[in-house]
């Protein structure tokens, strides 16, 4: 089984700085990592420049122009490129606990897609953190920096967060900061819907059509944890307008996204 490590990023180059750093204390590395930049400026380049001396797996940085939130069409762009079984797909402004790619592939089960957790760091914290380029000590349930969810900070050894989370099942939204899924799944649905606009919508969508398509989820208990650096929290106000057309699409039976990741291929 291979893994890629997909992170997508826009334009927060410390934050990215900060999720880099995590990957390289990783206990089980990905075997590529591919950075989808949804148009940054030069800054986020030499963050990754420097990133690919250290990383000793192929790190593949993929850049489009910036016309507007592209995120559905960069992450079908990465998912295209990548040329390995299992992708494991984050943001770029979160902070990964060491064992997470290792928690993600031992929990990984066919047919299924894997729902993670993220624990919010405080104002304070991020800010600390992303002015010294330093990750500090943000995994600890004791810590100052966690903002909220402290329980979901306690990391509980893989022989029992494994079973538990095959057996931990959510009707709630999985989050694009922490999901994995089976690349072969994706590309039979046509990956991510691009005729979203703006933030919102992407991620709802992509569940349903694999549950319609006969992929199971799962939610990845006390395991497979990242820390979610703090940002003012955005507002899409045409979320409800991307709500609709999926609960449309879905009564009429469409599985495969129309404008879909089959343009890359």
Known sequence: MTVSLIISTYNRPDALGLCLQSVLRQTRMPDEIIVGDDGSDERTRF????????????????WHPDEGFRLAMMRNKCIARSKCDYIVQIDGDVVLSRHFISEHVAAALHSHYAKGSRIRLNAGATAAACESGHIGRFFSP????????????????RFLSVPLSHRYHTRGTGLGANLAFWRKDLIAINGYDETFVGWGGEDNDLEERLQ??????????????????????????????????IKHKLTDGKIRADKGIDQYL
């Open 47 to 62: 963050v990754i420049e420097d990133f690919k001396k250290q990383c000793h797996v192929p790190v593949v940085h993929l």
């Open 142 to 157: 004791l810590s100052h920096s966690l903002l909220k969810d402290r329980e979901k900070a306690v990391r509980l050894p």
């Open 212 to 245: 319609a398509n006969g992929v199971k989820s799962f939610k990845l208990f006390r395991c497979g944890l990242v820390r979610h650096l703090w940002h003012n929290e955005s507002v899409n106000p045409n979320l409800d307008k991307s709500l609709n057309y």
